[in-house]
């Protein structure tokens, strides 16, 4: 599986593995450990987090794991994200759920997020969501001290929309790297708001979070959900495979490099979805799935 080029100095693997729901995997340090390593196996290198996560410990769980095999934080790539403040035990100083884009949160985030997984640097961090209040210059102002101190290599966003993007990449002189946006093959909005254009003018590889639709695509039964589920159906058995693999397919089928973001605790999940990669599904069947889901062309 070849890696993707973000930038001049960091690589990220086809899949990045996602964390959020670590907590609810009761899973030991040393299971987190042997996870970590079937990952490399596999040849997925890059792990997804954020502060917020599992109410502010998943960094912290997985870094255990970091140190007790101290020896894998080399071969791996840490991705991280901050700005949104959670009411929560951990935080009793929250009195409400905001967001915080300012330069001192941005620091203090990263600062925790390096004490908690054992490490000096992280390899990507993005701003999480876009704050209604964000001020540009607070952010550019954090990144850059965050890259001179060597403490975090590269830059990015999640769910901003174009304006956005290019705003916050106006104030910056090197580039953000990419946006981690919902994509799936029930959710278009990347399609058509602009924010898959701007990625592949840029050729700055977007993430798809919930690329399975957080599992709605096999969980839910509704009039949008059962005409895609049986189309995949189908196709998998054209393509002998699963219906998620196509699913995954289907995206990375896109010129824009979209990297899902595999979040499930079962490895066997896993080893489908790398899989995936090698499926290349035809224009014909890549314009099935998408009328399957709503999907229309002008």
Not at 57 to 82: D, H, M, N, V, Y
Not at 190 to 208: E, I, K, S, Y
Request: aromatic residues 8%; hydrophobic residues 35%; contains cysteine.
């Amino acid at each position: 599986m070849k890696p993707i080029s973000l930038s001049n100095q960091l690589s990220v693997s086809r899949l990045v593995y996602g964390w959020w729901r670590l907590m609810s995997w009761n899973l030991s340090t040393t299971d987190i450990v042997r996870r970590i390593e079937d990952c490399l196996e596999l040849g997925v290198t890059t792990h997804d987090h954020a502060d917020i996560y599992g109410d502010y410990q998943c960094e912290a769980t997985f870094g255990a794991a970091l140190k007790q095999a101290p020896q894998l934080r080399e071969r791996i790539q840490l991705i991280s994200k901050c700005g949104i403040k959670l009411v929560s035990a951990s935080r009793p100083e929250h009195a409400r759920k905001a967001y915080d884009t300012s330069s001192r949160h941005i620091q203090q985030s990263v600062e925790q997020s390096l004490k908690n997984f054992h490490t000096d640097y992280l390899d990507l961090l993005l701003i999480h969501r876009p704050d209604p209040i964000m001020n540009v210059d607070e952010i550019a102002s954090a990144f850059n001290r965050l890259q001179k101190s060597g403490k975090v290599r590269e830059f990015g966003v999640s769910n901003f929309t174009t304006s956005q993007f290019a705003m916050l990449q106006s104030r910056l002189d090197y580039p953000l790297v990419t946006n981690q946006l919902e994509i799936s093959v029930l959710c278009h909005d990347a399609f058509h708001n602009g924010t898959l254009d701007q990625a592949q003018q840029l050729r700055r590889p977007p993430m798809a979070w919930s690329p399975l639709a957080g599992g709605k695509l096999f969980t839910e039964l509704s009039s949008r959900t059962e005409p895609v589920r049986d189309c995949l159906l189908k196709m998998a058995a054209q393509y002998h495979c699963s219906e998620d693999q196509i699913a995954y397919a289907w995206l990375l089928r896109h010129p824009a490099q979209i990297i899902p973001v595999v979040g499930s605790q079962s490895l066997h999940r896993l080893k489908q979805a790398v899989d995936s990669t090698q499926i290349k599904l035809s224009d014909n069947d890549w314009y099935t799935v998408w009328e399957s889901a709503g999907g229309k062309l002008p």
